[in-house]
């Protein structure tokens, strides 16, 4: 495909963002509405591979179950002329949050906070319909500027979510490995291959989250992924505030119950959101105006397109879940003062084949 083709008489594809071995990302053009939109389109190979289309298909369905301003949205789904099946999500402006934390470090804390709010909001969402993400990482949310101004922080893909009703086509995602999800942010119970996970592992991975942005190390670190995950289902983490100890009481309790090796210990997501806020606001009344943001003027400064990343073992090929493709930044315009950095979510890859006949039958239900 190249910049100007027209996919299904009305999304006029404009730039590539980034591609991977699983597909490309398209800065495209609605035109029949006049919007700009961003294309993952996926290689007509990888949509033969039944688990990849599944896991494609997964992510439009999780997403689109889960209507939040901190859930990137998706907006179509569709199959282009040579068979591509295609998802249409909402263009992002800024950055994401591993190149943020690689760039500054470590975060302030009422900043933080304050955008893990609607994050963990959103998350207590998805967890009451059933729907787990099992790979929040930073590499996973993204820092979106708004027209309005704000500042809002986006979970995107979805593609390996764990949905709980037990529907058969989505408990395959969790059987064709021991392990799902990314090694270093890993719950003790994904490190030891448990298939009974819930919402409490998504809780650890944003523990685990909160500590990097703020401490900029991780809680948990190893020479090797053997090592990491004995030490992650062994070892409990270090008090946050032994890697920063200016952070204020309450927003270091929260860090530290989240990685609690007992999940029972866990807050649940809707309670962790409330302790946030509750941080917040013991946070906040130097630092909020009217308007109730911190950050509704920060400018998010333009990144070279690949940073620095903590050291993170990789899983042997024999336990990781497939790896995502890499997130897509636009290159910078000259009418953007500090540019801006658009992204589209990342494309799974498995093995196993299937007829595309799949996508078809999909596609008429």
């Known amino acids: 495909m190249n910049p100007g083709d027209l996919i299904q008489s009305r999304y006029r594809l404009v730039r590539m963002l980034g591609s991977g071995a699983s597909g490309t990302v398209w800065a495209a053009k609605n035109e029949l509405i006049d919007r700009e939109v961003a294309l993952k389109i996926l290689h007509p190979d990888v949509a033969a591979d039944a688990v990849s289309l599944q896991r494609f298909f997964n992510e439009a369905k999780a997403s689109g179950r889960v209507r939040s301003p901190s ?3 998706i907006l179509d789904l569709g199959q282009a002329e040579d068979g591509s099946p295609f998802l249409v999500f909402e263009l992002l ?3 994401g ?3 943020w934390i690689a760039r500054e470090r470590m975060l302030d804390p009422g900043m933080l906070t304050d955008l893990f709010v609607g994050v963990v909001r959103a998350l207590d969402s998805a967890h009451q319909q059933g729907i787990i993400h099992r790979d929040l990482k930073p590499a996973n949310l993204y820092a979106h500027r708004a027209a309005t101004g704000e500042l809002v922080l986006k979970i995107l893909d979805f593609g390996i979510s764990k949905m709980l009703e037990g529907n058969p086509e989505h408990l395959t995602l969790t059987r064709t490995g021991t392990v799902v999800g990314s090694p270093a942010y890993m719950s003790p119970e994904q490190a030891a291959g448990r298939d009974d996970i819930d919402g409490r592992a998504d ?3 944003l523990g685990v989250v909160m500590h990097e942005a703020l401490t900029a190390t991780l809680p948990h670190e190893a020479p090797n992924y053997n090592a990491l995950m004995v030490r992650i289902m062994t070892r409990d983490a270090d008090p946050v505030v032994s890697r920063r100890p200016d952070l204020p009481p309450a927003l ?3 860090v530290d119950d989240c990685l609690r090796r007992d999940r029972d ?7 962790l959101a409330a302790r946030l806020e509750a941080a917040l606001h013991e946070m906040q009344p130097m630092r909020y105006g009217a ?13 070279p397109q690949s940073m620095p990343r903590p050291n993170m073992p990789s899983a ?3 336990h990781a879940a497939p790896a995502p493709m890499e997130p897509m930044v636009a290159p910078n315009t000259a009418s953007s003062g500090s540019g801006i950095l658009i992204l589209a979510a990342g494309i799974g890859i498995a093995l196993g084949m299937i007829a595309l006949f799949v996508l078809s039958r999909f596609l008429l239900h």
Do not use: C, F, N, Y
Not at 291 to 303: I, T, Y
């Open 93 to 95: 402006h800024g950055e």
């Open 291 to 303: 308007q109730g943001s911190a950050h509704a003027g920060m400018r998010l400064p333009s990144v």
């Open 252 to 254: 270091a309790s929260i």
């Open 265 to 271: 210990r866990r807050p649940t997501a809707g309670v």
């Open 203 to 205: 809780v650890w991975s």
């Open 97 to 99: 949050l591993d190149a």
């Open 316 to 318: 042997p090929a024999a």
């Open 71 to 73: 859930i990137v949205e």
